[in-house]
């Protein structure tokens, strides 16, 4: 049984792979999504519990969606942690402006990305609970 | 005319009633900034404390001493003194005229300002800060003496004005300046947030690879015993995205050296098919595994000048675009052919085709058009920049469309011939075979920036090896690196002046519809010259010329002085290349030419002011465009011989008898100075005769008439009227009006009096213009 479903979405096919295998070797359930439409449709058919967005994508960017998730009822209740290679203070402002719950800078350690994952979703590491 | 010394008749005291006048009036010109405000001030104050009928204003333009007529709606009329008139007089001596009347009613008062002619006048120069704004005249409806108070009533009124003036004058220098700080702080800012933008999206480009190297790189670690992780997979993602950050780096970089102009263009003749197929050879790996296929078509032997690496690299831009956006099985198109002196290419594809609001854009840094969302697609966003990086440092243009139904088409089209020619690259090679030579060259850059007046100037040869412009002397250059700014025999400016021989004056080079983008940031001011070096009909180089120092435009005068004077420094090396046992011909154009600087430097204070009027009488006088030309050089170097006489002729002290002797034989010197780089005979007989005088007594030869060349009596009327009227024009010397009318005396006797007369035409239709 998955500890949760996570919703990972970035224009970078590399970037998906890598956190479908992290946060799979987590126990978490990925779904993957290369713009910002298919993670809107992907969000409203699948409710995640918990979506990782990248800003800078074509079509619709980070920003926009992340927007348009909260300003939705099916989706509001979604934690978003956005994940963009813009690492000034005027960004991160801007993602909090709308509505993202944590913010991460590129390049990320996907180590601390599954803690924050965690802490969000209030779950600890079943490595962890090993050792 | 009675001048300021008139004993009163019959002494007014000026009343209490006059003096609280007066301190009205100053408290209120302390209080307002509005200079007509002010003029209407002074004269009502002036009118009725003294009881005076009318009063006027004049401005006087600092620079050319022109004259105009303040209207009290702000409007100024032009005005041209009476002579030997009061204003003339108060102008010339810069003290205040008070004409009592005495000498009747006919005496000169500036008949052509009042509705009704004043039968006493004072006129009082506005004088603050040792400069002169105007003047206020006051007109009396009779005549009457001027007491001492009302004399220091007005002295006192005039100044209060004059200050008045003088501040008018700072506040619009303060404008102006404000309005160029402004505007060059704007121009920063722009550049600044241009750079700031382009340096945030090479961030964004760096760290997107940087993030999977250091993701995967970490998962690698944390899964050392996990036999589920794809190591192998891993590390060779890690590896594939060094190769995408080490590629992107190396477009940043290529991106860069060509915007900045440092790459330099390696030319040689192509054989373009098989560039082509090369190419297309080296794509297939990409494009064999899906179907793909080219089509090409170059026209045959289309042999084209260009750099072989930077067209294989644009080649491989675009066709490989092509690949990545062709559906299995696509066609890729790409065709060559001649294009009157140019050459054109193109690249189709069959893909998806690029959104029309995403066209304009595609030759931007990092753009990816819509199309290009799917990851498949690989890609730094710097190939369409480099491309048209490439095609621009070449000469030419670069462009796309979007096919029907489907499919993108980029199209470039570039100077067949970018090379000097082979004559051409032999009689460099024989330049540079002549070490003495490149002190010519250093003197000429030299002498042009002396005479132009310019900050930078640089001389480019054809390279014999290379078939390309070097810049082989140069000054304000400095520090630079020079080897980057070799250029084509085709693109750029100097380029195009080499391909065409022809010289080149463009006004502001970010308007200029031919040489646009092409600026470069050292350059203060947006106008230049360049000019061919010609030697046996072939051009050998050219010579740029940048930033006048005065900041205004090079005109058509600068540009055929600068013609000119290369022309002679082009005949002199074609001599040294006919003699090559003789180092005298350098060694004395090297002197001719060190002469014609010192000259420019030291003793032309109004030179270009001298040449513009010469060539415009000659014009007027109905002389050919070729003899134009003449007169300007000649007018610009006739004086030569007066640099043997040194600091002598800039100072006030009179000449003793051999500093005489040797003023009246300066024609001769100066023709012994320019001879070496002399070759047209005319020029030396407009030098030899402007000093002779139409009535026969002038020097040296004492010609009469129309015995004396017609060049050399233009010259002589130019020559007076502009010493005339040099420096300050209503100061120390003559307004433009009284010298011309002074020399409409001289007209027959010293002067030609149809020179003299197509001069005041000029003057005339110059002024109406103003």
Redesign the interface.
Known sequence: MAKGRILVVDDEIYIVHILDFSLGMEGYEVLTALDGEQALEKARAEHPDLIVLDIMMPKLDGYETCKLLKSEDGTRDIPVILLSAKGRNVDQKIGFEVGADDYITKPFSPRKLVERINAILGQTSPHRMQA | MTLAHAPSATPTELGGEGLSMLSQALLALRSTSDLGASCAIAGACAVRALGASEFRVLRVEARSGAISCLEESGTEIPYLAEHDGPVQWALRHEVAVLDDGASGAAAPRETLLWLEAPLALATLPLISGGTLFGLLLVGFAQPRPFEPGERLFLQTLSDALALSFERSELRRMLEEEHARLAEAERRQRADEEDSAATM?MV??EL??P???????T??LL??LD?P???RQR?LG?VGE?CDRLTRLVGDILELSRLEAGQRPLRLSRLDLEKLIRETVEGLQPAARPQGISFRVEVEPSLAPEADPDLLRQLLINLAGNAVKYSPPGGTIRIEARRLGEEWTASVEDQGPGIHSDDLPHVFERFF?A?H????AIEGTGLGLAIGRGIVELHGGRIGVQSMQPTGTRFHFTLPHRQLASSRARRIARQVQGRPDLGELFERTVEMVAASMNAEIVSLMLVDPERGDLYIAASRGLEGQNLEGRRTSVRSGVAGSVAAWGRPLCVNNIETDRRFRRLNHPQYKTKSLLCVPLRIEDEVLGVINVNNKVSGEAFDEDDLSVLSALVDRVGSAVERACAYPESDQVVSDAVRAVRSVTRLQQDLMFNGHRAVHLARATAREIGMRDAEVDVMGYVASIHDLGMTRLGPRIASTDPLDQAGLEELVHHPEVSLEIIRPLEYLGVVRDIILSHHERWDGNGYPRGLRGTEIPLGGRILAVVDAFASMTRGRPYRSTRTRAEALEEMRQEAGRQFDPEIVEALARVLEREEGRA
Request: hydrophobic fraction near 35%.
């Open positions: 945030s961030a964004h760290r997107t940087l993030t999977a190297i250091k993701a995967y970490e998962a944390d899964n996990n589920e992780a794809p891993f993602i995205e990816r819509r290009a969302g799917d990851r």
